[in-house]
């Protein structure tokens, strides 16, 4: 007969953090691509890529609008395309609308992940 039993199950947690203080990191103005643009190569509408100058192609960057922190996950799909100095980037359409940018104002956080 079982008249009691104790077990203690130990368990460790682990945080899993991704450490964006030493990352590459750029506050500025995007431009959003339009399909009137000239000299800068087509980028689709939908898609979830940017072009930028320093970032190595298929880099993966954390796009943050600070006016309503919202943010996204972003894959850098050239960098030699040439654009205004002015602006950090080129965003498709689809990421100025996801993260509710203002389209006279584009104001961007991006972080290398």
């Not at 953090?17 to 939908?46: H, P, T, W």
């Not at 940018?101 to 991006?110: A, F, R």
């Amino acid at each position: 007969m079982l008249l009691s039993c104790d077990q203690t199950i130990k368990s460790k947690k682990q945080k899993f953090s991704i450490e964006l203080e030493n990352r590459y990191r750029n506050s500025g103005f995007a431009l959003v691509y339009q399909d009137d643009l000239q000299n800068i190569k087509k980028l689709e509408a939908r898609s979830l890529n940017i072009y930028h100058k320093s970032l190595k192609k298929k880099s993966i960057v954390k796009i943050t609008n600070p006016v309503n922190q919202k943010y996204l996950i972003a894959e850098v799909k050239s960098n030699r395309v040439k654009f205004s100095n002015f602006f950090n980037s080129v965003l498709s359409l689809r990421i100025a609308e996801e993260l509710e940018l203002d389209l006279k104002e584009p104001y961007v956080e991006i972080i290398l992940v």
